[in-house]
């Protein structure tokens, strides 16, 4: 019985273990030499050395290439290139104010006093107290509604005639040694809504296409509602 129960421990000792099973059946160059039969010898030593070491510089690259890229390198080429001759810019002026209120009309102020927030749906003072003194007196003066009869109103007219003109905004200009005028731009792109209030009323003027580069432009911005 002993001999029996001896023989079938030796049996189960001399049987390879799952990693060694896997070591000599796996294509991975060096495995099979480090998991090998038998005890520990001087060359499984010195494949195991080669093969931690080389693990270890491949994991070591491979963090430095994430690491390159998730810091988002870039290149950025200038190249100069001089000329005499360039288009002269656009000028596009953005203004906050979208109306002029010195031409504001009574009128104006009847059909469009709603739409510009300055009075309510009764046609009075919208946020009296909020409103500069000035301002608010004349607004009171102009919002006086009680003999008065409205006048047709055109909405078209309406933009032209309150909108901002670079006439009225320019005040020097200066192109390749030689003055300049309002008469030497022209407006290319109005973007406005009509039957509809915004912040801004951008007005583009681009210069006639003999126009070259060398060119000074001082405007003038009025302060408040204008």
Not at 51 to 67: D, I, M, N, T, Y
Not at 130 to 150: G, I, S, T
Not at 175 to 188: A, E, I, M, N, Y
Request: glycine fraction near 6%; include cysteine.
């Amino acid at each position: 019985m002993d001999e029996k129960e001896n023989s079938v421990s030796s049996v189960g000792s001399l049987q390879p273990s799952s990693i060694q099973m896997f070591a000599n059946t796996s294509t991975l160059h060096g495995v099979r030499h480090i998991f090998g039969y038998g005890p520990m010898t001087v060359r499984r030593f010195l494949w195991t050395l080669v093969f931690v070491g080389s693990l270890g510089l491949l994991v070591v690259e491979c963090a430095e290439r994430v690491a390159f890229y998730l810091s988002y390198p870039h290149v950025a080429k200038l190249e100069e290139v001089a000329t005499n001759n360039l288009v002269f810019p656009a000028v596009t002026v953005c203004n906050l104010n979208e109306f002029r209120f010195s031409r504001l009309t009574v009128n104006d102020l009847y059909h469009a006093g709603e739409m510009l927030g300055l009075l309510n749906v009764h046609l009075e003072i919208q946020n009296p107290h909020l409103a500069d003194p000035q301002v608010l007196e004349v607004l009171k003066n102009k919002a006086d509604f009680r003999k008065y009869k409205p006048r047709v109103f055109n909405m078209r007219e309406f933009y032209e005639r309150l909108g901002h003109n670079l006439k009225d905004m320019m005040l020097y200009c200066k192109f390749r040694g030689l003055p300049c005028t309002h008469r030497d731009f022209k407006t290319v792109s109005k973007k406005r809504e009509f039957f509809l209030h915004t912040h801004t009323d951008v007005v583009v003027w681009n210069a006639s296409p003999e126009w070259v580069a060398g060119s000074r432009f001082v405007n003038y911005f009025q302060k408040g509602i204008g």
